[in-house]
T-cell receptor, first 111, second 112 residues
């Protein structure tokens, strides 16, 4: 079945950029997402990208998609302590199928 | 972005009782709703997918008689954990989809 992989931990200093990487196996992926989860909370949709796009930027967030390598990244510019959370990569195809999630990357921001 | 609410946010119940969790899409109509379970420090585990007016599709290993899902309208789905046991204690998260997929804040269930 489809699989989504991400590194489990990332630590950065406040003010630096964070880059969280994700790889997926489903070649028919149409939508790719980044969600943020803070302790004890649900998932917040941060951003998403369609598979026909290479890049999407929204304020401090930049998503890059390399469809050939099935690689997705999320860059957070000027990382703040409030960005500390778990970030989930997820994908789905164009049908009404469930999201396939990665295991999440725990981002720790050091002041 | 779109808002999904869940109630209650936290519930403690005795073993053998049933608990109902509500999930509502507040500002959009959700063609499909999903129920997930999350164990500590783990990713989300999909339990079931439900479309309004039809029976839910359960993932392998999820007991449909234990986790009853009712998707009565395009803005409301409920999950009832029947005859709850301590091993059902978990964080339950619902999700609603129109064009994109949005998540509720989660319900922490503790069965004593």
């Amino acid at each position: 079945g489809e699989d989504v992989e991400q590194s489990l931990f990332l630590s950065v200093r406040e003010g630096d950029s964070s880059v969280i990487n994700c790889t997926y196996t489903d070649s028919s992926s149409t939508y790719l997402y980044w969600y943020k989860q803070e302790p004890g909370a649900g998932l917040q949709l941060l951003t998403y990208i369609f598979s026909n796009m290479d890049m999407k930027q929204d304020q401090r967030l930049t998503v890059l998609l390399n469809k050939k390598d099935k690689h997705l990244s999320l860059r957070i510019a000027d990382t703040q302590t409030g960005d500390s959370a778990i970030y989930f990569c997820a994908e789905r195809n164009s049908g009404n199928t469930p999201l396939v999630f990665g295991k999440g990357t725990r981002l720790s921001v050091i002041a | 972005g779109a808002v999904v609410s869940q109630h209650p946010s936290r519930v403690i119940c005795k073993s053998g009782t049933s608990v109902k969790i509500e999930c509502r899409s507040l500002d959009f109509q959700a063609t499909t709703m999903f129920w997930y379970r999350q164990f500590p420090k783990q990713s989300l585990m999909l339990m079931a997918t439900s479309n309004e007016g039809s029976k839910a599709t359960y993932e392998q290993g999820v007991e449909k008689d234990k986790f009853l899902i009712n998707h009565a309208s395009l803005t409301l789905s409920t999950l009832t954990v029947t005859s709850a046991h301590p091993e059902d204690s978990s964080f339950y998260i619902c999700s609603a989809r129109d064009q994109q997929q949005y998540f509720g804040p989660g319900t922490r269930l503790t069965v004593t």
